[in-house]
């Protein structure tokens, strides 16, 4: 199995600007979660899907940020406008049945200027 | 909310030790935990799972365990490599959690030297 797939890998972009960063999850998993990963705050959840639909998106900061997951195979994570205190790198991470091991894709670096 | 920590942030040892890594939550309610590991630059590998209803689970030279009473569990690394050098990271999913929803630790980071 190819894994969890995340893009771009590494973002660097100017604060103001829309971002958007793209995971695929692993074929046949029907839940889908989005982490955020900074030296002071540790790993946080942003939000999470199941069966495509958002279940819990109280970890998202702020109305800057959207995710959407139009279709079992595909998820997006939009920052618009985006800040230097963006800067982090997201994880995306799927898993087949809630309470089973999640696995996860190697993360997109974002960087704001 | 429930709340993780590991102890210690950072450990350095030569090869050949055997290390013990700490993990304590809060809220005893939990439905399993699980501890990661993550290489730099990397996402997180899940090493092992144990159920609210066990005590232990092993995976080769590891092997980790649960007091869900005390709100603790401990990582031993049996023999330590080089190889193992990276983060280690416990996270707990509580009973009230929707679908699996994972509370982390931030981590020990772990050196084994040759």
């Known amino acids: 199995d190819a894994g969890v797939i995340q893009s771009p890998r590494h973002e660097v972009t100017e604060m103001g600007q829309e971002v958007t960063l793209r995971c695929k999850p692993i074929?046949?998993?029907?839940?889908l979660f989005w982490y955020r990963q900074t030296m002071m705050r540790g790993l946080e959840l942003l939000i999470y899907?199941?069966?495509?639909?958002?279940?819990?998106d109280s970890g998202m900061p702020e109305d800057r940020f959207s995710a959407k997951m139009p279709n079992a195979s595909f998820s997006t994570l939009k920052i618009q406008p985006s800040e230097p205190r963006d800067s982090a790198v997201y994880f995306c991470?799927?898993?087949?049945?809630?309470?089973?091991?999640?696995?996860f894709g190697d993360g997109t670096r974002l960087s704001i200027l | 909310k429930q709340e993780v920590t590991q102890i210690p942030a950072a450990l350095s040892v030569p090869e050949g030790e055997n290390l013990v890594l700490n993990c304590s939550f809060t809220?005893?309610?939990?439905?399993?935990l699980q501890w990661f590991r993550q290489d730099p630059g990397k996402g997180l590998t899940s090493l092992l799972l144990?159920?609210?209803?066990?005590r232990e689970q092993t995976s080769g030279r590891l092997n980790a365990s649960l007091d869900k009473s005390s709100g603790r569990s401990t990582l031993y690394i049996a023999a330590s490599q080089p190889g193992d050098s990276a983060t280690y990271l416990c996270?707990?999913?509580?009973?009230?959690?929707?679908?699996?929803?994972?509370?982390f630790g931030r981590g020990t980071q772990l050196t084994v030297w040759p």
């Open positions: 144990i159920q609210s209803s066990q």
């Open positions: 809220d005893s309610a939990i439905y399993n």
């Open positions: 996270a707990v999913t509580d009973r009230g959690s929707t679908l699996g929803r994972l509370y």
């Open positions: 899907f199941n069966n495509n639909v958002p279940i819990d």
């Open positions: 074929s046949g998993h029907n839940s």
């Open positions: 991470a799927s898993t087949d049945a809630g309470f089973q091991p999640q696995h």
